[in-house]
């Protein structure tokens, strides 16, 4: 016999809901609505949606164990949502390890990307990978973070360039959408480095007049369904102008504008984001105080990525001052070969104690405010009657363990749960 309800979590020590909320993201302002319940309950329907939060007393008093096909006593534990990574580049073939060795002793990100390495390196054993091997790789890559608490992961191509790679890049993206539990929101990111031999206009005029036009053609064939585009905005790499006309381009086919910019020079990229209306805007190490108000007024998210700022040894992410002027703040692990960090506690932590963000602001930035990001804060990103049931479970008896305690989750995330299911 089939029961009525998935997933009963009760007697939790702490849940961290969303309570008397009107937007879907949380500004500074509006931190006090990031509620820590005491010894409560949590009830996630046979749809995989929450149904019912509150007090112990309460859902025991509606509800009956019998109903629920898995129990969990959560005493001594505490619930919170499953974490959101806004950014990440987790589709490749090619070791790193030894750029590391050469960035310790002293050589730049752009050193080793104009000498051939980086992004372009990755980019050469992409090409020659299977879509078998990279399928394997990206697979154990999402498993380990969904271990780490991850239940909705942002994930970029972008180590193609060329169209055949991109694609096949994008089609591993896909079958794990469809195969695997995790969620993802899946990004073009052809624009993320020039192709040896070509020119930027040249790079520009293939995306727009080869690359969109085929994503249009596979998602009408349900082949390859792409959510976002992303573009490098940068010195030596995509220029303002070029990223307008990619963005406009990818808007024109209905793909959420979402892209890095400001990263290593000021690029006046956070005023294009907000003028164009993207999602986010990524990075943004060097933004303006222009930049800063723009994407306040646009409601334009800025994605941080404290493991960048952190491996480059890059100045942080001005935080408090966006928070201050009223950016909504997300967070992203960026994980790809340059910055290997799959955790979101972690990112947290980072975020917390290099960029000065507190605790429920962190949790905020990689949950409710990722979410908002990719454009899936109405289903996604807090416990909250009617939201996706995706939960993680830590084993300590307030929710901020999650954040201070560093290395090592693998003890402390007791479950996972995606859609109420435990993964
Ligand atoms: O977000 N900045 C551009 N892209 C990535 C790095 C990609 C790589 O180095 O492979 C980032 O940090
Ligand atoms: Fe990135």
Redesign the pocket.
Known sequence: MSCKFRLLLENADQLVVICQKEEEFLLLEGMQHLVVLEKASLVIGNDGYIKAIGPTETIHGQFSHAEFETVIDCSGKCVLPGFIDA?T?PVWAGDRVHEFTMKLAGAT?MDIHQSGG??NF?VEHTESASEEELFCSFKQRLERMLRAGTTLVECKSGYGLKLDTELKMLRVIERAQREMDIGISSTYCGA?SVPKGKSVKEATDDIIEHHLPALKQMALNDEIHVDNIDV?C?KGVFDLESTRQILLAGKAIGLHLNF?GD?LNPMNSAELGAELGALAV??LEEISDEGISALAAAKCSAIL?PT?AYILRLKQPRARDMLKAGVIVSLGS?F????YCFSMPLVMHLACVNMKMSLKEALAAATINAAYSLGRSHTHGSLEVGKQGDVVIINAPRWEHVIYQFGGHQELIEYVAIKGKIV
């Open positions: 950014h580049h990100y980086g992004i990755t993320h490098f940068e890095h990263e990524s990075h990525l960048t960026d790809n070969p340059n910055a």
